[in-house]
């Protein structure tokens, strides 16, 4: 969509819910907030609107696409549920969880939301403005992180702009999101066995602390790319990043946390949430800086923390 006029922006009020509705509806492109980073929704049952969004974050056709449901019996329209899955919806959903679950054959998506898999992933969001907007429409909704592919996600209508403008409808504006970082994904295979795709808000550790009958989730294996966020590098803010950094050198933007102090913080208090939800704001302030390089500082890998480290090393290869 490159030399379109620049992007609408309107407040994510029921007359902007409405406004995204028909635009989604006529096959355009609208990015809107979600618990977890802005995503850039199309409907997923249109194979020439799901190029759209192929298009204009500049993303690879292998790397498939997340569909957003209004629910676990929206979400069986388009999936078989393995035994395990009701499990993580009953406790995770609606919030930051996708389920990688095998697709059923008669699911009503374009080929490119899934590329060519046979599984699907899903995820049934709690943000009140994605849920409106779902029950708004009668489709699907495909929706990946509101920013070029592979550079930092958004988490304000500002960060989606920054590198969607003109290429894109509609922005929903509803303010920063809360959890900062993408759903966790756990795929759920056909013998029960759970394995996380990606790490994020929700911690499968402790899930399964009090599930104790589950299988323990496994570390993903294989060259197979079965969800976003899996790709070596991702996240990237432009600039070279180096972790673990106390101290910083001159030439180099300091993101602390903790007793580490820095140019922005993650979390003075060291609070593992609040670092997640200042992360890629703390990454898009480093990048838009004078300094040439980027430092960050230790982050505990433990809980949420294993998910910020998971970006932060992708932001850093």
Known sequence: MPGKNATETLLADAEGIRRAAAILAAGGLVAMPTETVYGLA????????????????????????????????????????????????????????????PKRPDAKLAGAVTAGLETVALRCPSHPVMQALLHEVDFPLAAPSANRSGFISPTTAQHVLASLDGRIDLVLDAGPTNAGIESTILAIRDDGKWQELRPGPVDLDRLHEHYFDLPMPQPPGGEVIEAPGQLASHYAPGKPVRLNAILADADEFHIGF?????????????????AAANLYDCLHQAAASAESRIAVAPVPNQGVGKAINDRLRRAAA
């Open 258 to 274: 903790g007793v580490v102090d820095g140019d922005t913080t993650l979390s003075a208090t060291g609070d593992l949430f609040q």
């Open 42 to 101: 199309a409907r997923a049952d249109s194979a020439e609107a799901v190029a759209k969004i192929y298009e204009a974050k500049g993303r690879p056709s292998f790397n498939p696409l997340i569909v957003h449901v209004r629910d676990e019996t929206h979400a069986q329209e388009f999936s078989t549920w393995p035994n395990g899955a009701q499990v993580a919806v009953m406790t995770e959903w609606p919030g930051p969880l996708t389920l990688v679950v």
